[in-house]
């Protein structure tokens, strides 16, 4: 089992403890899926006993409540006052873009927990469904918002737009995790991001 590094403090061990944890957590999912995933796995995986690992987060549920925490918050992070509407709209493909060539592993393993969360019986369902209503409003008030700012052109069926680029962000994201490797993910979303200006922006 890893030892804390020499020098570090205490809330320097707690993140590292916890980083780690989150590395962790991400491969198993992406492997098993996040209900075949049990925290004694995920605190071997990460090289800390199972005691340990319950001690500081109590258990997968919380482990996984982190996880969302932590990267749902950098998908939907606060746009600066002088944000357009289209620049709100457009920010979702630019956050995933960079978790993309930043956290690539912790990226993937959120698609899979979103996929494998819509089963009837999952325990993750009913969050990751507020967690997406949430996203598809945010898009939504960012083409109202750039019909009045004018960065998005008038007249467009709103509902027709959010259905469309939500389904472009979906297919994508399924396609990256389903596919063999050589899907492209990053180019795929410069194209998705070159389309919405070219059919919404104005």
């Known amino acids: 089992m890893p030892t804390p590094a020499r020098g570090l403090t205490q809330p320097e061990r707690v993140e590292t403890s916890r980083r780690r ?9 992406v492997e098993k899926g996040w209900e075949a995933t049990t925290a004694a ?11 340990m690992v319950h001690a500081r987060f109590g258990g997968k549920e919380a ?27 457009l920010a979702h493909i ?13 990226l993937r393993a959120m698609f899979v927990s979103t996929f494998e ?8 369902r009913e969050r990751v469904q507020q967690q997406l209503a949430g996203g598809v409003a945010n898009l ?9 700012d004018k960065s998005v052109r008038a007249g467009i069926d709103l509902d027709r ?7 472009a ?10 596919l063999p490797s050589g899907f492209d993910l990053d180019a795929e979303l410069v194209h998705a991001r070159e389309r919405i200006l070219r059919d919404y922006g104005a």
């Open 63 to 89: 482990i996984l409540e982190d996880f969302l925490q932590e990267y749902v918050s950098r998908l939907s992070p606060d746009l600066l006052p002088q944000a357009t509407g289209m620049d709100q709209v």
């Open 117 to 124: 969360a819509m089963k009837t019986t999952s325990p993750l």
């Open 41 to 51: 796995e995920i605190g071997r995986r990460a090289g800390y006993s199972r005691t």
């Open 94 to 106: 630019d956050r995933i873009r960079d978790l993309y060539a930043h956290d690539r592993d912790v």
């Open 169 to 178: 962000f979906f297919g994508l994201a399924f396609q990256w995790v389903a």
């Open 21 to 29: 944890l989150m590395e962790a957590a991400a491969e198993l999912i």
């Open 140 to 148: 939504a008030d960012g083409l109202r918002k750039g019909q009045r």
């Open 161 to 167: 737009a959010v259905s469309d680029i939500t389904a």
